[in-house]
């Protein structure tokens, strides 16, 4: 276990190297920072001086070795427009990201599970061929057009949830704030949590089928048949374990993805999380936190494909987890 640690930390810094390198070289490319700092009333002689005291005239390597050096400090550059360290910006937004995709997540795996193993276990039903039907309308729908419908039949036409915003908050600690403490939140995060599940749990549905189908026509599901064990038993503790292993590693990159998957939501929902703010950030040309904001999701992304495959290893003692990070 260690060893697999001490691996997934090297593979870690190799990755977030790759996505600051990413973020770090586009950022020449989205404006002149100096002008989104002082505008255009500024003198060329002025703007000569300020490229100079910033940094902006030494060669790319010298910059970027800089940035980085910063970025391990914690410093990520200042925002431009919220004119404070971009990485406080991105902190106060993230917590209504986190709770929009832990919504989502529960949805997810609410419905998918005894949906996929229903629809495995009776794959001739009426009520399966419905869900299987529903299953490929889902994936066919981007979520923006599944955001404004459920807007407009929930909210504008029977007005029973709130269309944009977060509602009421409570205080937990630091820059988190939550939902889940009052009724007015609850009611604020159950559509954008909805919209945004809809991306994934077509997806889940049809895998746990799939995985489930394949896990029932194996010998030791037979074999427990024939000794008279109880069915529901076999489908939930001998066939379901073995089912969630591919669907563990599948899912829990698909999860991860769900932090980048947001924007859409936030911007359709009004969400004041990561991903409103990152697509607010592009239109002001926000180049510090653009880049601050591909970090900390690329970060985001690498733990929690660690986490995944701890879990999995876990789920399934047999698994070596120092070979899987080979």
Avoid: C
């Avoid at 896990?215 to 001998?238: M, Q, T």
């Avoid at 703010?277 to 936190?289: G, H, I, K």
């Amino acid at each position: 276990m260690f060893a697999y640690l001490v691996k997934r930390v090297f593979q870690a810094i190799a990755v977030m190297f790759v996505i600051s390198l990413i973020g770090f070289a586009i950022q020449g490319n989205l404006g002149d920072p100096l002008r989104e700092l002082v505008g255009q009333s500024v003198s060329e002689e002025v703007r000569q001086q300020l490229r100079e005291e910033l940094g902006l005239n030494d060669p790319f390597l010298q910059q970027y070795i800089r940035f980085v050096g910063n970025a391990i400090q914690g410093d990520l550059g200042t925002s431009y427009f919220f004119k404070e360290p971009a990485l406080d910006v991105i902190m106060k937004k993230l917590p209504a990201t986190l709770e929009l995709v832990f919504g989502a997540t529960i949805i997810i795996i609410g419905l998918s599970v005894p949906l996929g193993v229903y629809t495995a276990i009776k794959p001739n039903a009426v009520l399966s061929r419905l869900i299987m039907g529903l299953s490929i309308v889902g994936i066919s729908i981007p979520v923006f057009l599944t955001a404004i419908m459920m807007i407009f039949v929930f909210s504008v036409e029977l007005g029973w949830l709130p269309s944009f915003g977060r509602g009421d908050l409570v205080h937990v600690w630091g820059y988190w704030e939550t939902n889940f403490l009052t009724f007015d939140g609850w009611a604020h995060i159950i559509l954008p949590s909805i919209a945004l599940a809809s991306i994934m749990l077509p997806l889940f549905v049809r895998l746990i089928r799939a995985e489930m189908m394949e896990v029932l026509e194996s010998e030791y599901v037979r074999y427990a048949k024939a000794k008279g064990i109880n069915p529901w038993r076999i489908y939930f503790v001998h066939a379901l374990k073995n089912t969630l292993l591919p669907v563990i590693t599948v899912g829990g990159v698909q999860i991860g993805t769900m932090v980048a998957y947001t924007i859409l939501t936030e911007t359709v929902f009004q969400w004041p999380g990561m991903g409103f703010m990152f697509l607010e950030a592009v239109n002001r040309v926000d180049t510090p936190l653009i880049v601050a904001y591909l970090i900390v999701v690329g970060f985001i992304f690498v733990v929690t494909n660690t986490i995944v495959d701890l879990i999995y290893g876990l789920v399934n003692p047999t698994v070596n987890l120092a070979r899987m990070g080979a």
